[in-house]
């Protein structure tokens, strides 16, 4: 499909919902509600640390397909990218979305109109199951953990919202009606213990954690079915810092025990993301000045000539 293709066929999907930003040909991107950058430090927190070549990959609520297609990109054998309610639903139309993006795109990535509820219906398990800002909308998540959990052979990463970060024990938070967000379809907020301990149910005892890079209060899960398996993964090694080893006392310690104020952690890291965006901002009004343009020869007359 050409650009030119490409938009007259966009022009009647201008108007819906879309979750993700994606650039469909060199000159035509797509503006979604997750902005590129957004997309780009989830990307490399999810799938940046693990290997996924010639490997199959499930991607569950994938939406406008983004994680789908990075999976594919990254070099993943068997991609299939899996929803529902979006897909189905009149006003995101994201079943429609989804096919024009992955036509463009030109990637092999199937498609499995399938609920997560309903899991496993004619999926086959496959080797790493992307389980992506899905488990705090369910009404009944951890049903559908299991059901998920049952499709992937090696690898399961969970990415979810988070609550009762003070809690020192397993805990979720309930969200009833439009408690959270103004979304009804927002129900809980389990804490990373409680993520961690919903695994083992599910035998995947060995776990890596990080902090969502961008947004506080979520958390990403690289999950594992043995050590072993983690080792023939993993790109990056848990310094516990930056990336936790669940497996190890003193990354447990530093996710779980005392010392460690999760709550202040989230709150930091929202100031930070805040002052970086204010500074963006500040910096893209100042290139969109008139004393900018009018300064722009002087700025390309010092780069050439440079005092000695």
């Known amino acids: 499909m050409s650009p030119q293709e490409a938009r007259e066929r966009l022009k009647d999907l201008t108007k819906i919902y879309w979750h993700h930003t994606l650039r469909l040909f060199p000159d035509l991107i797509v503006e979604g509600a997750k902005t590129a950058e957004l997309l780009e430090a989830e990307r490399e927190a999810i799938l940046g640390v693990v290997d996924l070549g010639h490997r199959s990959v499930i991607d569950v609520g994938t939406w406008n397909g983004y994680f789908a297609f990075e999976a594919k990109r990254a070099g993943a054998g068997r991609v299939i990218a899996t929803d529902s309610l979006v897909w189905r639903s009149p006003e995101f139309r994201g079943r429609e979305a989804f ?24 999926l086959e398990p496959v080797d790493a199951v992307l389980f992506l800002g899905v488990f705090y909308h369910l009404i009944d998540p951890i049903m559908v953990l299991h059901k998920v959990a049952s499709l992937a052979k090696d690898l399961l990463v969970i990415e979810t919202h988070q609550d009762v970060l003070t809690m020192p024990r397993p805990a979720m938070a309930f969200y009833p009606g439009t408690t959270l967000n103004n979304d009804a379809s927002n129900w809980w907020g389990p804490n990373p213990e409680c993520v961690t301990e919903l695994l083992a149910t599910v035998d995947f005892r060995h776990v890596f954690y990080q902090w969502h890079p961008r947004v506080p209060r979520r958390g990403i899960y690289h999950a594992f079915r043995s050590i072993d398996t983690a080792r023939r993964y993993l790109r990056r090694s848990p ?70």
Request: glycine share 6%.
């Open 99 to 122: 096919d024009i993006a992955r036509e463009c795109l030109n990637l092999d990535v199937e498609a499995k109109d399938i609920d997560p509820t309903e899991f496993p219906g004619d």
């Open 239 to 308: 310094d516990n810092v930056t990336f936790f080893d669940l497996g190890t006392e003193v990354g447990r310690r530093a996710i779980f025990g005392a010392g460690f104020d999760a709550e202040a952690a989230a709150n930091e890291l929202a100031k930070v993301v805040a002052e970086r965006d204010a500074a963006l901002a500040e910096i893209a009004a100042l290139r969109g000045s008139t004393s900018w343009s009018m300064t722009a020869p002087l700025r390309t007359l010092s780069s050439i000539v440079r005092p000695r």
